[in-house]
């Protein structure tokens, strides 16, 4: 994809224009669907392209105890993180490449050339994740995703519980192979989209 990101440093994530420049395009809780290249890819495809012509979303807004308390804990793990790592963390509302496809990091380290990707997840989970040191493969290809549409070169993954009183750091670098398989995923949903498109547009209002 033959362009440069562009970031919108003022737009607040969850706002108006967040959401509208979030319509038709992939993002990065997309990609692991888009890299896997299947089904869920067709899925996406129908969706970004409903988006497109409408000019709006019919998805239900995502509202839930665990989004909310990830709202109210994210910042103060970002500020624990500074605080670790002496790092100042820049906020971005969004960032885009082309027409097709962007994202929202949960922080920009300038200064690295690197972003943060924030969790806050239940009691449970936290502690899974601490004693296995897993990820789930999907925040991997989100994490990459990012990585790619701002060209960035590695992502701090930020696990942060309140009850523990705990923040845990593991660092993912750029990984060319698995962001060569979100961008042939794109390239295909792309062409999907715009047949979609191109087809709806050229049947009149009487179906033979």
């Not at 839930?64 to 790592?85: D, F, K, Q, V």
């Not at 549409?149 to 701090?156: E, Q, S, W």
């Not at 993912?172 to 087809?199: L, T």
């Amino acid at each position: 994809m033959d362009t440069s990101p562009v970031f919108y440093d003022q737009i607040e994530q969850g706002s108006t224009k967040w959401h509208e420049l979030r319509l038709g395009r992939f993002g990065s809780t997309d990609a692991k669907a888009v890299s896997v290249n299947g089904k869920g890819l067709v899925t996406l495809c129908l969706e970004k392209a409903c988006e497109r012509i409408t000019g709006k979303s019919d998805a239900p807004p995502l509202s839930s105890y665990h989004i909310e308390r990830g709202n109210r804990l994210e910042p103060i793990a970002r500020t624990l993180y500074e605080i670790e790592t002496e790092f100042e963390i820049l906020e971005t509302g969004y960032i885009s490449l082309g027409d097709y496809i962007g994202g929202s990091p949960d922080g920009i380290i300038e200064s690295e050339n690197a972003i943060i990707e924030i969790k806050c997840p239940c009691n449970k989970v936290f502690l899974e994740y601490v004693n296995s040191g897993k990820i789930k493969s999907d925040y991997i290809f989100q994490m990459q995703h990012l990585m790619y549409i701002g060209n960035f070169d590695y992502c701090d993954f930020i696990v942060f519980s309140e009850d523990f009183n705990d923040i845990k750091i593991k660092r993912i670098d750029r990984n060319e192979e698995q962001i060569e398989k979100i961008k042939v995923g794109i390239n295909n949903g792309i062409a999907k989209i715009e047949e979609s498109i191109q087809c709806y547009n050229s049947l009149g209002r009487w179906l033979k």
